[in-house]
């Protein structure tokens, strides 16, 4: 399938809430994951980075991710992932995006999540998940819901950008 246009800061589509998917085999939802997987790869291939993408920031309005980690502990789509349960513990960290590359935000997210969700099959499974994975499925799940990290700021001083973070910030956390 095709690498797709990965959708920038300022497109209304990434403000949108995603649909659910009903019908994990149907052909849509294979294209779908098909060309989040295409793009991911893409991206990593011209710079080095990105773990993970939404559907919404390829132009598809359903609850749709695809997670590659870099250290294969997990690889594949998650369709309709709901966070079921969110620890006490809390970790602020740099956060970045493939639709506003440049940018760096300071966030704060839950340390550890368990989520549910269904497979490229349709099976429903569970995952739990810390540090890396835990923040990036929460990053992932909010471009579902149409939040994006700017919105999860930690203050006015939160934002940097990327030459500058890798300059002051990239070895200290």
Known sequence: MPVREIF???????????????????????ATIRDLSDTLDDFRSRYGRGRGIA????????RIVYVRMPDGSFDGPLINPQVVWGSSERLELWD????????????????????EYLDA??????LEASGDLSELLQHEIDHLDGILAIRRAVGPG????????????????
């Open 55 to 62: 559907a919404p920031q390829i132009g598809v309005a359903r």
């Open 96 to 115: 970045d995006c493939m639709s506003f590359p440049d940018l760096m935000i300071r966030v704060m997210r839950v340390a550890s999540i368990r989520l």
């Open 158 to 173: 939160a934002f940097a950008t990327r030459a500058e973070w890798e300059r002051r910030y990239k070895n200290r956390d």
């Open 8 to 30: 920038q800061l300022g497109h209304p589509t990434l403000w949108q809430e995603a649909a659910g998917v009903g019908d994990t085999k149907a052909v849509e939802t294979i």
């Open 121 to 126: 099959g349709g099976d429903r499974r569970e």
